[in-house]
Structures are given as structure tokens and as C-alpha cells.
């Protein structure tokens, strides 16, 4: 394969690219490693209304059989959220999907790789990767973090997941000039828990706000992306000293039966969602449209320009 790789679009994402209107990019890991049939099909379908419902057009990335997909239609969703087997990309294997025609599920880092390509501006997802706890034995850190530095997409979270090491991947994040803004409220949101004891290095209220900032930064020649911390809406959360607990449980869990690599995180969100009795999968979702949401707005105020 030679050239600029094809990226296939739905018709709505390829119109409102074309058009210059706001288009909101979905990562599919969250469908494909996130949680079961068929909640997960239910959960991409809403948050994709959500977005369009605050006039802004969803684009969900996926490989399929090989192909870059940036935008599904419900069908492929569908699919997806069924289909057994599915790679986790992220930038390391993401070029190996496409050139073995596999079917891969997009991390934060693949899919901001994905969204730049295909020209989108902003990126919603539930939590970034960072540093793992332990990770000055392991160096167990996740691509997401050099992604932040240096593709320039917005990412709206909820914070880094709150199994990681919070502190260390501010460092890190820091470290390599990614600016992150905690959304409304001067602390950092730590995923499921609003606050994490952590003050965030920046704070802004509103989209446009952020929009200004991002326009601001490209004008200095910034290249790379931009980390908007959204906490989770306050009756949703999960308090920090109540999840903790159920957090620690789980990497005792990991670490007693050798879990490492790519399988630590899906498997500490299983043990905790077992833990928590289902609770931090609830909360997980309405973080999500929380995000998607707000990534929306930001969107929309990227294309209306700065004010």
C-alpha cells in the first residue's frame, strides 16, 4: 500500500467535513472492550445522539477487514459491538491492522491518530491512558500520553482512569507540554469520582473558552493536543474514598494472577465493575455522554470561530 491511507466516511461525516461543520470523533474500544452486548451498541448509539442533538455530527473510528473507518452508520455499530476477536489499536499495531485486513478497536491514541487525519478537530472519549501504578518497575505507560503530544486533537475526559497513577501521569503529561484543563472546577476529576485531591494545572468554564485557547495555541505554532478534563455530573459519581477501595481490591487481583500488558486495564474494569455491583458501569456511561457532550459544544465553537 502506497500513498495517503483511504479513510472511509459515512455520508454525514464526509458532508459535514466537506462543509466545515463540527464533527465530534468516538473512540470503539469502549464498545469492543468496554462493556457487553448489547449495552454497548446502546451506549455508542446515545452518545452519538448526544452529540448530534447539540448540532454537531459523530464520527466513530474503527478498522474493519483492514479498512479505516472514520464515521459508522448503526449497522456497522452494530456489528462491531458483536464481533468477536477485535484488536485493541493503538499506535503501535494500528498500521498493522490495516495492512493485515483485521478488525481493530481504536484507543485514544489510534484514534487521535485517526481524527487528524481525517481532518476532526475534537475527540470524546470516557478516560485516558497514563501511568500505571508501579510503573517505575514496570514502565507500564500508555501511548496516549506521547499521542497528547503530538497530534493536535482535543480530548474531552473525564481525567486519566482513575486505576492509574494520577500524579505521575500529570507529570508525565507535563513533561512533554500537553496543557490540561479541568472543566468548571480548579481540581482534577479523577473518572468515576469528581475530585482527586489533585489541583488541575488549568481551568476554564465554558466551550468557547476553550475554543479561543486552542485557536491561541495554533496561532504560537502548538502541534500538539490539548486535554480537557470534564468531571463526571455530581449525581452519577462514585466517590473517591468508596471507589479507591474497590481500585485497590483489583490491582491485588491483577497482580495475583499475572495480568499485564494491554489486558491490566479491561480486567481491573471487570473486577471493579463487579465490586461496585454494576455501579461503575452507570457511572461510566453517563461520563461518557457527559463528555461527548461537552466535546459537542467545543465543536461547534472551534467552527464558529474566536469571540
Known sequence: MTGPIKIETTREVADALAQGRPVVALESTIITHGMPWPGNRDMALEVEAVIRAEGAVPATIAVIDGRLHAGL????????????????????DFAFAIAEGRTGATTVAATMMAAHLAGIQV?????????????????????????????????????????????????ALETRGVPVVAFGQDEMPA???????????LRLDDAASIA??????????????????????????????????HIDA????????????KAVTPFLLGEILTLTGGASLKT??????????????????LTAGPK
Not at 76 to 82: C, D, E, G, H, R
Not at 129 to 156: C, K, Y
Not at 191 to 201: D, I, N, Q, V
Not at 284 to 301: C, F, K, P, Q, T
Open 73 to 92: 452508520d448503526e449497522a456497522a455499530i452494530t456489528k462491531l459491538a458483536q464481533a468477536k476477536d477485535v484488536m485493541k489499536l493503538s499506535r503501535a
Open 212 to 245: 479561543r485557547f486552542e485557536a491561541t495555541r495554533q496561532s504560537l505554532g502548538s502541534h500538539g493536543g490539548m486535554l480537557i478534563a470534564n468531571p463526571v455530573p455530581e449525581t452519577d459519581e462514585i466517590p473517591a474514598g468508596e471507589i479507591n477501595q
Open 284 to 301: 461510566n456511561i453517563a461520563l461518557v455522554l457527559n463528555n461527548a457532550r461537552l466535546a459537542a459544544r467545543i465543536a461547534m465553537a
Open 250 to 261: 483489583a490491582l491485588a487481583a491483577a497482580k495475583a494472577q499475572g495480568i499485564e500488558g
Open 123 to 171: 475527540f470524546a472519549t470516557g478516560g485516558i491512558g497514563g501511568v500505571h501504578r508501579g510503573a517505575e518497575l514496570s514502565f507500564d505507560i500508555s501511548a496516549d500520553l506521547e499521542e497528547l503530544a503530538r497530534t493536535p486533537v482535543i480530548v474531552v475526559s473525564a481525567g486519566a482512569k482513575a486505576i492509574l497513577d494520577i500524579p505521575k501521569t500529570l507529570e
Open 191 to 201: 473518572f468515576w469520582s469528581r475530585k482527586s485531591g489533585l489541583t488541575a494545572p
